[in-house]
T-cell receptor, first 115, second 109 residues
Framework: DTGVSQNPRHKITKRGQNVTFRCDPI?????LYWYRQTLGQGPEFLTY????????KSRLLSDRFSAERPKGSFSTLEIQRTEQGDSAMYLC?????????????FGDGTRLSIL | KNEVEQSPQNLTAQEGEFITINCSYS?????LHWLQQHPGGGIVSLFM???GKKKHGRLIATINIQEKHSSLHITASHPRDSAVYIC???????????FGPGTRLSVLP
């Protein structure tokens, strides 16, 4: 069990640029979540995948945000035309539905800074 | 009103003290998750519960579904317990979690 891996750990970019983050979940986990966390706040749900299907999306996920999980394994989160308000920690988590109420396992996050 | 509230917002304790962190929520839930977040961002799952009580080492989590309330207790607190403790709830429909704002705990030696 290598845990949930996120890349890159940090991303600094200029306003208006596109960025893409990657999440590799624990291999046998079929559920994958993306969250956003700003300083001093708890994480906010962005989107959820069951295998390759994106089943839930938050209203926070504007049309500049898109997430994919093409083969039901790793996932990518892309932000187009970044804005200063996008600066945050982006967290990925995974879990399994083989048993009920299995906890989510979190990656260390990608910290995005928009200049 | 936020769906998930936590109290206290900040807590400072002396090593060895018994600590209680509270979480209250306003919607029906299927599960409640207690998480620990250390400086630098790493989040660790502590408990996932839907009823009753769970214990792991010095940590105890309880939930009262009727009162929409959960507590996280730490016995014999230690400076390494210093972290932000976050409560998150999953509603009765869907899989997404709503997170509380967290309780920042500092345990002094």
């Amino acid at each position: 069990d290598t845990g949930v891996s996120q890349n890159p750990r940090h991303k600094i970019t200029k306003r208006g640029q596109n960025v893409t983050f990657r999440c590799d979940p624990i291999s046998e986990h079929n559920r994958l979540y993306w969250y956003r966390q700003t300083l001093g706040q708890g994480p906010e749900f962005l989107t959820y995948f069951q295998n390759e299907a994106q089943l839930e999306k938050s209203r926070l996920l504007s049309d500049r945000f898109s997430a994919e999980r093409p083969k039901g394994s790793f996932s990518t989160l892309e932000i187009q035309r970044t804005e200063q308000g996008d600066s945050a920690m982006y967290l990925c988590a995974s879990s399994t539905d083989r048993l009920s109420n299995q906890p989510q396992h979190f990656g260390d996050g990608t910290r995005l800074s928009i200049l | 009103k936020n769906e998930v509230e936590q109290s206290p917002q900040n807590l400072t304790a002396q090593e060895g003290e018994f600590i209680t962190i509270n979480c209250s929520y306003s919607v029906g839930i299927s599960a409640l998750h207690w998480l620990q977040q250390h400086p630098g961002g790493g989040i660790v799952s502590l408990f996932m519960l839907s009823s009753g009580k769970k214990k792991h080492g010095r940590l105890i989590a309880t939930i009262n579904i009727q009162e929409k309330h959960s507590s996280l207790h730490i016995t014999a607190s230690h400076p390494r317990d210093s972290a932000v403790y976050i409560c998150a709830v999953r509603g009765n429909y869907g899989q997404n979690f709503v997170f509380g704002p967290g309780t920042r705990l500092s345990v002094l030696p």
